[in-house]
């Protein structure tokens, strides 16, 4: 089945800084790509997602991520953090039935 | 208009006691699901189901007993609930090659 890895558990970074959040996934054949956040107390929400074609996907809140296959990764970038980007970031990957594994999150902490 | 509802949004209740979970979408979505977000905020799938038909059904005590009466409409029922069943349970919807919506989560605490 497929799996979705994020390495880092926890990251701080100034407000005003660039961010990138890394996501390794394992699927044998094209996987269906997202990226949802989540504040506290509050549901998932839909950042962005890849299903085929250009590699690098646009999201809201200014955020985008980039499909590489030879890396089996799909990291997301924002070139400037802002405070209210602080939250938990999951990585997810879906196979054709959309059955939907998650990564264990990145919480991310923005410093003033 | 809310996409994907549940309810209750907060339960506290003691072990061993039966409690049910409801949730309905709007989204005319064909496919239902049940994610479990432990302490550390892990997402894990326990069921999700296709027009009323169960299609994933991970490792879950069968005291966990999910009920779609239509397709817009998923419930969790558990039995005998227990300490570690505390968590946040989320629904979510989907069709086919589209995200998944989510509910805002049913925190559930057994004492």
Redesign the interface.
């Known amino acids: 089945a497929q799996s979705v890895t994020q390495p880092d558990i926890h990251i701080t970074v100034s407000e005003g800084a660039s961010l990138e959040l890394r996501c390794n996934y394992s699927y044998g054949a094209t996987p269906?790509l997202?990226w949802?956040v989540?504040s506290p107390g509050?549901?998932?929400?839909?950042l962005l997602?890849y299903?085929s074609g250009d590699t690098l996907v646009q999201g809201i809140k200014g955020f985008e991520a980039e499909f590489k296959r030879s890396q089996s990764s799909f990291n997301l970038r924002k070139p400037s953090v802002h405070w209210s980007d602080a939250a938990?970031y999951?990585c997810a990957v879906a196979d054709n039935?959309?059955?939907?594994?998650?990564g264990?999150?990145t919480?991310l902490t923005v410093k003033p | 208009d809310t996409a994907v509802s549940q309810t209750p949004k907060y339960l506290v209740t003691q072990m061993g006691n039966d409690k049910s979970i409801k949730c309905e979408q709007n989204l005319g979505h064909d496919?239902m699901?049940w994610?479990k977000q432990d302490s550390?905020?892990?997402?894990?799938?326990m069921f999700?189901y296709n027009n009323k038909e169960l299609?994933?059904n991970e490792t879950v005590p069968n005291r966990f007993s999910p009920k779609s009466p239509d397709k817009a409409h998923l419930n969790l029922h558990i039995n005998s609930l227990e300490l570690g069943d505390s968590a946040v349970y989320?629904c979510?919807s989907?069709s086919?090659?589209?995200?998944?919506?989510?509910?805002?989560?049913t925190r559930l605490t057994v004492t």
């Open positions: 269906y997202f949802y989540q509050q549901g998932l929400q839909l997602k299903f938990e999951f039935n959309n059955d939907m594994r998650f264990a999150g919480r | 496919t699901y994610y550390k905020k892990f997402l894990k799938i999700s299609i994933i989320f979510a989907s086919s090659g589209s995200p998944l919506h989510f509910g805002n989560g």
